[in-house]
């Protein structure tokens, strides 16, 4: 291949909005195969909390980064990066093109705007803060977080110990923020020529879906899935187990709260990360925004993308 940077369409926008949908219609048209970018279908055994596509769906368009990890193993934003450019060389390679499709913000950052290194890091350093944290809590060390890094600590949610546990780190290597480091980098290198789609719509109909994405859920067995993870030796402090809707069904399971007040706790949370998601969206200067149901708009302006 050449030197010239490769063509990407990136899907994303708020939870439950229906990227899936229409990333496999978009897929079909432009022969493409799509590539992950949410970082909870990494895992195995997370299919209905995770809001996976199907096996159907995905014997009809080839998925890329579904199904990599187990639960209890770990996955960086770098460790994303690193794939997510394998597998879109090798879709390209094979005259495809390659759709990036998924709501976790930070993945999206990193793969189109590259990753700031830093020093190798003290494990036994990060070993130190996850017992603090199994004995203390995230939010023990999210508010160590904010006495050095008042910033970070604004955009790292108190439950999120591994990215505060990354700041912690990073802090600790190299004497300076990581905040710091980010604004030094500035994510400014743009890696591929893309065009990124982000879907809206008004905020009462994002919040319309979400509440009934949470219904299906538990319609399909969410709660059997959460059972079976248990079962099969995943433990409740695990990243993964910490997601949201897993970490409200384990509450759940533990009787902490009965049925009705575990979907009213998922819902509600669901919808303030969706309010995360949109804050994040508005301030990047890349996005395209369209409505669902502007498929032709999209269809067109892909179109276009792909003969400039």
């Not at 020093?119 to 809590?137: N, Q, S, T, V």
């Not at 079962?231 to 187990?241: A, D, F, I, R, T």
């Not at 309010?275 to 409505?291: A, C, G, M, P």
Request: with cysteine; aromatic share 10%.
């Amino acid at each position: 291949m050449s030197n010239e940077k490769l063509k990407i369409v990136i899907i994303t926008g708020p939870t439950g909005i229906g990227k899936t949908a229409l990333s496999l219609k978009l897929a079909q048209i432009f022969n493409a195969e799509i590539v992950n970018a949410d970082s909870i279908q990494i895992y195995r055994y997370m299919d209905i909390g995770a809001a996976k596509p199907t096996m159907e769906e995905r014997i009809l368009i080839p998925h890329h980064l579904i199904d990599i990890r187990n639960p209890d193993e770990d996955y960086s934003v770098a460790e994303f990066k690193k794939d997510a450019d394998r597998c879109i060389r090798e879709i390209i390679g094979k005259k495809r093109c390659a759709f990036v499709v998924g709501g976790s913000m930070l993945y999206l950052r990193v793969l189109t705007r590259g990753l700031f290194e830093v020093p190798r890091i003290d494990y036994g350093f990060r070993e130190r803060l996850k017992a603090i944290c199994e004995e203390k809590g995230s939010a023990f060390l999210h508010q160590m977080l904010k006495e050095i890094d008042p910033e970070a600590a604004m955009r790292i949610h108190p439950r999120d110990s591994f990215r505060i546990v990354r700041a912690l780190e990073v802090f600790e290597t190299t004497g300076r923020p990581i905040s710091w480091h980010q604004r030094q980098h500035g994510f400014k290198n743009h890696l591929y020529d893309y065009f990124k789609i982000c879907l809206i719509e008004p905020r009462d109909l994002i919040y319309k879906r979400i509440n009934e994405r949470v219904e299906r859920m538990f319609e399909m067995g969410l709660i059997d899935e959460v059972k079976g993870l248990l079962e099969m030796g995943y433990k409740p402090h695990l990243k993964s187990m910490k997601s949201i809707g897993y970490r409200h069904v384990i509450e759940y399971l533990q009787g902490k709260f009965d049925l009705g007040e575990t979907k009213e706790r998922i819902k509600k949370e669901t919808r303030h990360y969706a309010k995360r998601q949109l804050t994040w969206f508005r301030h990047e200067k890349d996005i395209n925004w369209y409505k669902p149901c502007e498929e032709k708009k999209i269809i067109e302006d892909i179109g276009q993308f792909y003969k400039s």
